[in-house]
């Protein structure tokens, strides 16, 4: 395989999505040696096929706000690979989203998931249109009218979407009930649902805990104990959340967030109560973080910047894709930090990831660090499936076991010469792996 050559045809068809084609790069070029090393592979153009969605959905959604007014917006599924299992990923709700994103979103999804141990393949949904400002009865507005065409293509044992950006539980709850009136079946064929009806407990804050149990391992295979260490962190939403609380149940001390207005930085570190503040602000739908400076003093707002320049031990993404450049790494090397993880889906821009490369800094890409979100959204499934639920302890200890798996599949790939554990190839070349065999024997398909 010629990387440049795959990217180079990618480019022709698909020009106008860069962020889909960053993705496809990033696993290319980490994959390419054993790939090279297959040759049924090539043979069965393997990677041509990979590179594709199995199939997308677009359609328009219309809807009416308070004041009567019609909007439309466009909505999104990408059923991107089912090789190993049913699609599996979230819908984003925000005027962000484009098809670039959803391809790009789906195909991290797809390794992704194969990481988990779980039968799960890739995909990823959602609308260009945003929660903030709407009232609760234009966001079930919405969600409704967003349903009626997707529940044509979703279901248990095909495609089962959860939440993602601007899509918790609130959103959720609209949507199942939509999709149950409509089918007048009562299916997990969403997840992220509230607890008395079907949800699963430690779902909001899996992908945050999940990201934590992985770092914890990361740490531990230097020696280094996270108890004591400061950790700077971006966003202030679900995944953050999680993050905090876990990185401050495990000891360390947070010590920023941040919103697209800027960033706050608390050199006492969050306690429980900030750490419950943060959802207040994300549920107050303003999307501004600045509040807290005001609500807890000795710490200070910084507008219009990110947390990057902060001196910290350990810098976790948990906002959005390519929230940390190059030029942010520079900063975060300069503070030679002992560990850097992507909790956000592509947090880093492809110039970030060669430098911390370049540094052997340990770091670690989302798709391994983030899966404990869509991990725990398959033990949803399993309990839908047989009709049981699970206690807090029990799916913290399956979250625990699924994120040591994954650590244990990155080393056994990763590993260089002097002991430097390449998460990023470590992560790729597993996923793949397990994606790639399964479509070879599944013939040309």
Not at 260 to 275: C, F, M, R, T, W
Not at 354 to 371: C, E, I, M, S, T
Request: aromatic residues 10%; negative net charge; glycine residues 12%.
């Amino acid at each position: 395989m010629e990387v440049e050559q795959v990217l180079k045809g990618l480019m022709w068809k698909h020009s106008g999505e860069p962020e889909f084609l960053q993705a496809v790069k990033e696993v290319l070029v980490s994959i390419k040696d054993v790939y090279n090393q297959h040759p049924e592979f090539e043979k069965a153009h393997l990677i041509e096929r990979l590179v594709e969605p199995e199939r997308v959905y677009m359609f328009r959604v219309p809807w009416t706000d308070d004041n009567g007014e019609v909007h439309v917006n466009t909505g999104y599924r990408v059923q991107f690979n089912g090789a190993i299992g049913p699609y599996k990923g979230g819908l984003r709700f925000h005027d962000s989203v484009n098809l670039s994103i959803m391809k790009f979103l789906g195909f991290e999804q797809t390794f992704k998931n194969a990481l988990t141990t779980l039968p799960m393949g890739g995909g990823k949904g959602g609308s260009d249109f945003s929660i903030r400002g709407r009232s609760d009865a234009e966001v079930m507005r919405f969600c409704q009218a967003f349903m009626q065409e997707l529940y044509h293509h979703i279901g248990p044992d095909e495609d089962i979407p959860a939440g993602d950006i601007g899509v918790g539980g609130r959103e959720i709850g609209f949507l199942f009930g939509e999709y149950r009136k409509l089918t007048h079946q009562f299916q997990g064929m969403l997840t992220g649902k509230g607890i008395e009806w079907g949800g699963s407990i430690l779902r909001p804050e899996a992908t945050g805990y999940g990201a934590l149990y992985f770092v914890n391992e990361m740490m531990q295979t230097k020696g280094i104990d996270i108890k004591g260490k400061t950790v700077a962190i971006s966003g202030f939403g679900n995944v953050a959340w999680g993050a905090a609380k876990k990185a401050t149940q495990l000891g360390a001390k947070v010590i920023t967030i941040s919103g697209p207005d800027g960033y706050i930085y608390d050199p006492a570190g969050l306690d429980d109560e900030k750490i419950d503040y943060m959802l207040q602000l994300r549920s107050s739908g303003e999307d501004i973080c600045a509040p807290y400076a005001k609500k807890f003093k000795g710490s200070k707002f910084v507008a219009g910047k990110k947390p990057w320049e902060e001196k910290a031990e350990i810098y976790l993404t948990c906002a959005t894709q390519n929230e940390l450049n190059g030029d942010d790494a520079d900063k975060i090397l300069a503070a030679k930090p002992l560990c850097v993880a992507e909790v956000s889906n592509m947090g880093c821009t492809n110039e970030a990831i060669d430098k911390f490369a370049q540094a052997k800094q340990l770091f670690a890409p989302g798709k391994a660090v983030n899966a404990g979100g869509v991990a725990t959204s398959g033990l949803e499934m399993t309990q839908n499936s047989i009709r049981l639920h699970w206690t807090a302890e029990e799916v913290d200890e399956k979250l625990h076991f699924i994120m040591h798996s994954i650590h244990e599949q990155c080393v056994k790939y990763g590993k260089q010469d002097g002991n430097y554990i390449n998460y990023v190839k470590g992560a790729n070349v597993a996923g793949f792996m397990k994606v790639a065999n399964a479509m070879m024997a599944q013939g040309i398909v």
